[in-house]
């Protein structure tokens, strides 16, 4: 299992793909629309891993899936903030997790291209704890989009969340993850997201991640 991508979920996307620019050096290139769930996302591809930037257009039909409400519930009250994380996993290994765990397989789409998901409701109080994705095969990659960085990303370093170590571990079943996971056992959610870059590591913290940035 690898990361895949962190989720950001912001209110104004276009104003939190400029921050991001500005403060980090990152560039985000438009996605679009995801079909019938209610969220739009911008990309910021990373070489390994991407951030998603992702925001609910349509709250009610934001409210009516998995993905939307993850969305949403990381924006109560506020109007950015780290909404979770995915790690992919091939198609085999999702449908046996999913089944040993008791979990449903949905599915999220943009413009009829797609994923497979398992866990996005269980960790909408824990967001700090990934949900599993499967892509399908020939499908192109969002981290390996083309986009005019002022630095040249070489994918997260690190994630820092508020979750236990037993619970990350119970969540992953013993299973290992390719990524360094920092857990504080202090409440849950993302804390902190480090992507490593040609002129350093850049810190993403808190919850507005595009405006608490240090590099």
């Given at each position: 299992?690898?990361?895949?991508?962190?989720?950001?979920?912001?209110?104004?996307?276009?104003?939190?793909?400029?921050?991001?620019?500005?403060?980090?050096?990152?560039a985000?290139?438009?996605?679009?629309?995801?079909?019938?769930l209610?969220?739009?996302?911008?990309?910021?591809p990373?070489?390994?891993?991407?951030?998603?930037?992702?925001?609910?257009?349509?709250?009610?039909?934001?409210?009516?899936?998995?993905?939307g409400?993850?969305?949403?519930?990381?924006?109560?009250?506020?109007d950015?903030?780290?909404?979770?994380?995915?790690?992919?996993?091939?198609?085999?290994?999702?449908?046996t997790?999913?089944?040993?765990?008791?979990?449903s397989?949905?599915?999220?789409?943009?413009?009829?291209?797609?994923?497979?998901?398992?866990?996005?409701?269980?960790?909408?109080?824990?967001?700090?704890?990934p949900?599993?994705?499967?892509?399908?095969?020939?499908?192109?990659?969002?981290?390996?989009?083309?986009?005019?960085?002022?630095?040249?990303?070489?994918?997260?370093?690190?994630?820092?969340?508020?979750?236990s170590?037993?619970?990350?571990?119970?969540?992953?079943?013993?299973?290992?993850?390719?990524?360094?996971?920092?857990?504080?056992?202090?409440?849950c959610?993302?804390?902190?997201?480090?992507?490593?870059?040609?002129?350093?590591?850049?810190?993403?913290?808190?919850?507005?991640?595009?405006?608490?940035?240090?590099?």
């Amino acid at each position: 299992m690898r990361l895949d991508h962190v989720i950001i979920a912001t209110s104004e996307p276009v104003r939190s793909a400029r921050r991001l620019a500005k403060n980090a050096g990152l560039a985000a290139v438009e996605g679009g629309v995801h079909d019938g769930l209610g969220t739009a996302n911008y990309i910021v591809p990373l070489g390994r891993g991407y951030l998603e930037l992702v925001t609910a257009h349509d709250r009610r039909l934001a409210e009516r899936n998995a993905f939307g409400r993850l969305v949403l519930a990381a924006l109560h009250e506020r109007d950015e903030a780290f909404a979770g994380w995915a790690v992919e996993v091939s198609v085999d290994c999702l449908a046996t997790a999913a089944q040993a765990r008791g979990l449903s397989i949905g599915r999220l789409t943009r413009r009829g291209i797609g994923i497979d998901h398992a866990g996005m409701e269980d960790v909408r109080e824990s967001p700090g704890l990934p949900f599993l994705l499967a892509r399908e095969a020939g499908s192109g990659h969002p981290q390996d989009l083309r986009a005019d960085h002022r630095v040249i990303p070489h994918g997260v370093r690190a994630l820092t969340i508020g979750e236990s170590e037993d619970a990350l571990n119970d969540w992953f079943a013993g299973q290992p993850i390719d990524q360094p996971v920092m857990c504080r056992g202090e409440g849950c959610g993302i804390a902190q997201v480090e992507i490593a870059t040609d002129a350093g590591t850049i810190v993403l913290r808190g919850d507005s991640p595009t405006r608490t940035v240090q590099s």
